[in-house]
């Protein structure tokens, strides 16, 4: 009986590994495209102490085929816009709108598909490194200056900005281009900002004396 169970496990786990495969989207893709894409997914995996495993191989899958979409995404909408410029009036307007519009319902839709995906292997901590992987770690690296700048933050308010940045991060992950990531959270920055001076801080008297602690410690801002 013992033994019994012990095939059927391994029987079981095989399956499992089966039916989870992720299939990497390269169909009608530029091989050289395909590399980059590669090369630049594997800063998740080596990020995650995972790259040539098993579990390493899925995830790298995942999060390349993540940049696919976002391309052929965006791809569609500039196509689309395209042919919305040789139009004049509203139509083109009209034409303009229903691009973007597509865009958005198709990155919000295919986002949480993504999260998803890479919840099958990873767990909730790991999701967030791969989270600030593809946002060049904004949300760390913002969040340890704010609570550098004003040592008198309560806790509360570090709650608050934490929130913000993630969010923040979000929109980051799906956009265009590593400008556009990093205007998504200029966006939630300046909430934050506008909050903390209706709160009393005055930001700047507090970049002031920032300065000249990260100078004294022999540091550069």
């Not at 303009?96 to 865009?103: C, I, Q, R, T």
């Not at 690296?141 to 934490?162: N, R, S």
Request: hydrophobic share 35%; with cysteine.
């Amino acid at each position: 009986m013992k033994k019994f169970f012990i095939v059927a496990a391994a029987m079981m786990a095989l399956y499992t590994t089966n039916v989870n495969a992720v299939e990497l989207d390269t169909n009608g893709r530029d091989p050289k495209y395909v590399e980059t894409i590669m090369q630049r997914s594997k800063k998740v995996t080596d990020a995650l102490n995972i790259s040539g495993t098993e579990k390493g191989e899925q995830v790298l899958n995942i999060v390349a085929n993540r940049y696919f979409k976002l391309n052929d995404i965006y791809a569609e909408r500039d196509s689309l816009k395209a042919v919305a410029k040789t139009m004049t009036g509203e139509e083109k307007k009209r034409k303009m709108e229903y691009a973007e519009m597509l865009k958005d319902q198709k990155l919000y839709k295919s986002h949480f598909g993504f999260i998803a995906d890479l919840s099958v292997y990873l767990t909730d901590a790991e999701v967030e490194t791969v989270k600030d992987v593809l946002t060049y770690n904004v949300v760390n690296v913002t969040y340890k200056a704010q609570c550098d700048m004003i040592p008198t933050l309560k806790e509360e308010e570090k709650v608050q900005i934490l929130a913000w940045l993630k969010e923040g991060r979000e929109y980051a992950i799906d956009a265009e281009s590593s400008k556009k990531k990093h205007e998504a959270f200029g966006k939630y920055k300046g909430r934050i900002n506008n909050w903390l001076s209706k709160r009393g801080y005055n930001l700047t008297k507090e970049r002031e004396e920032w300065a000249k602690r990260v100078k004294a410690r022999g540091e550069t801002l």
